[in-house]
């Protein structure tokens, strides 16, 4: 049983619609897919609607969060998409997502790359806008090569010389929304150095004390040493560890199910949620 718990389509920074994921990720070989989009649920019915047999799809959010100035990524799964609180919370994130995307591009202007806000959004077109569309652009213009080499700090990484900082949920605020909506909770990608700073163990320790659910430890910016500290800090702390490709289409490197989470952990996830239940697919459009 192949299981990937982390994907991103078009409803966010993804470069396949939530349509041609799932085909996507059936023709990997994969059994189950979580589509986790960041901050918005809104390629969930097309997915569910093109999903094909043999496929099962778990419905999900990665959440924008900064703990101490550090920012960080939630992963949400099988909440009620309607909880009201978790909902308005979700939409606070996506609503100042323009305004932080339109400082950047005057960011970069000012340091003489000529990316506009509408090439910006014609690369989103109906995503939810975010640093990748801004990156693409900036490939699009010769400014870097590819996506990646955008996320240094000479451009767009934390701290970096076109980033600013957009609303982001407090991750205690998360555990706590995302429970009320029936969800499980797992830390995205905890030591992605290569994206700026990460939070400390001591700061998972305390999110694990509050009811954080697992740590995604299998993903493609974990070195082998990193993910082996990683999986003695779960077995210590109690928490599931979650492998997952962080599948975004031609806008990464990877492919659907590069790295996957062991049946038993995704059981245990589906045990827990309370909010929504893993659709398995019936053939779609």
Known sequence: MRIDLHTHSTASDGTDSPAGL?????????????????DTTRGHAEALAALPPGLTLVTGAELSCRYDGISMHMLAYLFDPGEPALLAERELVRDDRVPRAQGMIAKLNGLGVPVTWEQVARIADDGSVGRPHIATALVELGVVETVNDAFTREWLADGGRAHMTKHETDPFEALRLIKGAGGVAVFAHPAASKRGRTVPESAIADLAEAGLDGIEVDH?????????????????LGLLVTGSSDYHGSRKNCVPGEYTTDPEVYGEITRRATGAFPVPGAGGA
Request: no cysteine.
């Open 22 to 38: 799932v085909r996507a990720a059936a023709a990997s070989g994969l059994d189950v897919v979580a589509l986790t989009d960041h």
């Open 220 to 236: 493609m910016d974990h070195d082998p040493d990193t993910r082996a500290r990683l999986r003695g800090l779960a077995k210590e």
